[in-house]
């Protein structure tokens, strides 16, 4: 079993930053495919970011150049920087994994087996 939890949410203003953190606990070993998802009232849940276990990353082009996705192994978290912030970005964020089978990035959300309990982005203008 994976367990997630988000933290670092917050409330900023547009241009501003945030490191969302996500802390991998019990089988970490199986979390080696990885991302955050996002959802808003009114908009559809997106997928922000993955990484795989090899490193690569993708993002959605709605945050393309903005955000960078990491993790420490070390630590057992995932990170989420997040730049240049905008209104639009504000959701609920959502630190997913994918403990069994392929990973292929993106991460798709119908395909994510572990989610933590989100953590609030509210960014205003």
């Known amino acids: 079993q994976v367990q997630l939890a988000e933290s670092g949410g917050g409330s900023v203003q547009a241009g501003g930053s945030l490191r969302l953190s996500c802390i991998v606990s019990g089988d970490t070993d199986k979390a080696h495919c990885m991302g955050w998802v996002r959802q808003a009232p009114g908009k559809e849940r997106e997928g922000v970011a993955s990484i795989d276990g090899d490193g690569s990353t993708n993002y959605a082009d709605s945050v393309k150049g903005r955000f960078a996705i990491s993790r420490d192994n070390a630590k057992n978290t995932q990170y989420l920087q997040m730049s240049s912030l905008k209104p639009e970005d504000t959701g609920m964020y959502y630190c997913?994994?994918?403990?069994?089978?392929?990973?292929?990035?993106?991460?798709?959300?119908?395909?994510?087996?572990?989610w933590g309990q989100g953590t609030q982005v509210t960014v205003s203008s």
């Open positions: 997913a994994a994918r403990t069994e089978g392929r990973c292929v990035l993106p991460l798709a959300a119908r395909l994510v087996h572990a």
